[in-house]
């Protein structure tokens, strides 16, 4: 079956420290995002990935970074310079930039 | 900016009962109008879409008419089931765009 990983379904991680959240599709997909989700908030999407190799900032990437080495994968890092890190992240991907995205089962990180 | 407003929530329903979510939005351009659905701990599902004015979206007894002259995409149903119980979240996406913006979502929980 096609379709989205996202990977661990629940994660904690002491304040201070990096936490990588990892996102693979198996869809053929070119274009890869996160989104971030907080209680009563819509999605605001953090980075974006148009190809491999290709990323570009969304509305909140300060304290984030990714890559995307491979088509199939987009990992987030949450660094610790990102003051409140603690929500729900989803993947999307779409066969292109004006395609319909299709969304991952979502992380759910909490900072202690 | 383009925005979407969604009724806030919960929404609180018995079975059977008939459902309308509102949804409202602000665009330039031609936007194409999306409902999405979240159950507990998942991530989003496509419930129905529409691309241009006068289309009806419809999935699952769900069924959403996109109205340019009021600018809504408001989500009905006529019949909701227990198993219904879930966050939607109305969304746009401009022509000729990759963004989308999300509403903050609306909960709908339905009682037995």
């Known amino acids: 079956d096609g379709g989205i990983t996202q990977s661990p379904k629940y994660l904690f991680r002491k304040e201070g420290q990096n936490v990588t959240l990892s996102c693979e599709q198996n869809l053929n997909h070119d274009a890869m995002y996160w989104y971030r989700q907080d209680p009563g908030q819509g999605l605001r999407l953090i980075y974006y990935?148009?190809?491999?190799?290709?990323?570009q900032k969304g509305d909140i990437a300060e304290g984030y970074s990714v890559s995307r080495e491979k088509k199939e994968s987009f990992p987030l890092t949450v660094t610790s310079a990102q003051k409140n890190p603690t929500a729900f992240y989803l993947c999307?991907?779409?066969?292109?930039?004006?395609?319909?995205?299709?969304f991952g089962p979502g992380t759910r990180l909490t900072v202690l | 900016g383009d925005s979407v407003t969604q009724m806030e929530g919960p929404v609180t329903l018995s079975e059977e009962a008939f459902l309308t979510i509102n949804c409202t939005y602000t665009a330039t351009g031609y936007p194409s109008l999306f409902w999405y659905v979240q159950y507990p701990g998942e991530g989003l599902q496509l419930l129905l879409k529409a691309t241009k004015a006068d289309d009806k979206g419809s999935n699952k007894g769900f069924e959403a008419t996109y109205r340019k002259e009021t600018t809504s995409f408001h989500l009905e149903k006529g019949s909701v089931q227990v198993s219904d119980s879930a966050v939607y979240f109305c969304?746009?996406?401009?022509?000729?765009?990759?963004?989308?913006?999300f509403g903050t979502g609306t909960r709908l929980k339905v009682l037995a």
């Open positions: 969304a746009l996406r401009t022509s000729g765009t990759y963004k989308y913006i």
């Open positions: 999307a991907s779409s066969i292109g930039l004006e395609n319909e995205q299709f």
């Open positions: 990935s148009q190809i491999v190799n290709d990323f």
